[in-house]
């Protein structure tokens, strides 16, 4: 089955610079990547998704790249703010094959004013 | 537009105790949905997911078990809870006949085994 490896597992950065987060995936099957942001004692929500078809997506302050040949894909947060602080959650998934979604381990993203 | 439900929000329950933790979702048909938990400070493990009325996958085989008697119920239960059931447990749906939809997550249920 599909494996989700994320890194960092934290990060620490001053408020305006920009943050990266990178993510490995082992099922070269794998056609959709989706990224969710965890606020302390909340639920996961979504804050931005990739298919395989693209190689990279943008909106606002944050994108996502992907590279199918090397497995792995990015978030990037430019000029961060003190909210953008939580815990990222990368994905994958095999679309039509598989129903679930296999998560990484969560990255832990605090940013200083 | 689509709404999910999970409750109770939070729980204590002894070991041993039995355990239901109910999900619903309104605006929405046929959704494929989710049972996910989350121990503290940790990723998000799937343990059950369903296509379908009465159709269920497990990823755990511990003494949980997840039912669906209704297409946008979902259920998640115990008999006898263990301490390593404390978690966080997270219900979510996506759209069935759309395959690259999102998980949406409810709010999730803070479970405590004493």
């Known amino acids: 089955g599909e494996n989700v490896e994320q890194h960092p597992s934290t990060l620490s950065v001053q408020e305006g610079d920009s943050a990266v987060i990178k993510c490995t995936y082992s099922?070269?099957?794998?056609?959709?990547f989706p990224w969710y942001k965890q606020e302390l004692g909340k639920r996961p929500q979504l804050i931005i998704d990739?298919?395989?078809?693209?190689g990279e997506k943008k909106d606002q302050r944050i994108a996502v790249t992907l590279n199918k040949t090397a497995k792995h894909f990015s978030l990037h947060i430019t000029e961060t703010q003190p909210e953008d602080s939580a815990v990222y959650f990368c994905a994958a998934r095999t679309v039509p094959n598989n129903n679930d979604m296999r998560f990484g381990a969560g990255t832990r993203l605090t940013v200083k004013p | 537009s689509q709404t999910i439900h999970q409750w109770p929000a939070t729980l204590v329950q002894p070991v041993g105790s039995p355990l239901s933790l109910e999900c619903t979702v309104e605006g929405t048909s046929n959704p494929n949905l989710y049972w996910y938990r989350q121990a503290a400070g940790r990723g998000l493990q799937l343990l059950f997911y369903?296509?379908?009325?009465?159709?269920i996958s497990s990823e755990v085989p511990q003494n949980l078990s997840a039912s669906r008697p209704q297409d946008r119920q979902f259920i998640l239960s115990s008999k006898k809870l263990l301490l390593s059931d404390s978690g966080f447990y997270l219900c979510a749906w996506r759209a069935g006949d759309f395959n690259f939809s999102p998980l949406h997550f409810g709010n999730g249920t803070r479970l405590t085994v004493t």
């Open positions: 099922d070269s099957a794998s056609n959709y």
């Open positions: 990739i298919r395989s078809n693209v």
């Open positions: 369903s296509v379908g009325i009465g159709q």
